[in-house]
């Protein structure tokens, strides 16, 4: 506790992640506070997550940064840990966030991430909107605002910088690779919302040249190539994701 109020809150947002849910709220287990977001639900998500905590927030939401703070705005912990569903913190983990939240004096962390395809680890070639490698998820109340994009909103944070942390979040982003292509259909008609609404769709031929560039930066420059067709697979998707939004905001109508 610090001046009356919890050390730490953990908010994790929901959709219908019975799943894999019990087992992300138990690895939060070292936070003083835990609030989850539940964004239309209809299947056992919310029966599970009232047996690790009763700071539970329904509702739905179309875009993310709304979701967010739904959950990030009833936090009462001086420290906020933002974690999804698909995310675990291990018990190494866990010790060093404890550990920074009492000691430091800056207003925001990266978190180091690990990201899984199935089982396989992928450390290589992420990035352009597919997978993080470190991510602002540990920061002092009030210090990080999302944007209200449909789909990677931007993302403010004020006060200083600390060290990354040393531990890493293991992310499970994708099943299958059926997975990650039902996700890259999600993304880009999100972001396609995101392109009609701006009135600013961009052009054919720019998105056309963003699929070898991203391509290039994901596979070459980030060493997706030492994954394998895993590799291959992640640099695709995040060519193709300008390109297919660009199509869907100027040929689809919703």
Avoid at 31 to 51: G, H, P, Q, W, Y
Avoid at 133 to 147: E, F, I, N, V
Wanted: include cysteine.
């Amino acid at each position: 506790m610090s001046d009356g109020r919890p050390l730490l809150s953990g908010v994790v947002v929901v959709h219908d992640e019975e799943a894999q849910l019990a087992d992300c709220l138990k690895a939060l287990s070292f936070c003083d506070e835990l609030v989850v977001v539940l964004d239309r639900c209809t299947d056992k998500s919310k029966d599970i997550a009232r047996a690790f905590t009763a700071n539970l927030i329904e509702g739905a939401w179309e875009r993310e940064g709304p979701r967010r703070h739904a959950g990030i705005d009833v936090c009462t912990g001086v420290w906020v840990l933002e974690i999804d569903a698909d995310e675990r913190v291990s018990p190494a983990l866990a010790d060093e966030i404890r550990r920074t939240c009492i000691n430091s004096a800056a207003s925001w962390h990266l978190i180091p991430v690990d990201n899984y395809i199935g089982e396989r680890l992928v450390r290589y070639g992420w990035g352009a909107s597919f997978g993080k490698g470190a991510y602002a998820g540990l920061y002092r109340h009030g210090a990080k605002r999302w944007g209200d994009e449909r789909v990677h909103p931007k993302v403010t944070i004020s006060g200083s910088q600390g060290p990354i942390l040393e531990n890493r979040l293991a992310h499970y982003v994708d099943r299958n690779i059926s997975d990650m292509i039902r996700r890259l259909d999600r993304y880009s008609t999100a972001r396609a919302k995101d392109l009609r609404d701006s009135g600013q769709l961009g052009s054919y031929r720019s998105n056309i040249r963003r699929i070898f560039s991203r391509f290039w930066k994901c596979y070459v420059s980030r060493r997706g190539y030492r994954e394998g067709p895993y590799g291959f697979l992640i640099a695709l998707c995040a060519g193709l994701y300008p390109i297919l939004s660009y199509l869907k905001a100027r040929l689809e109508t919703d």
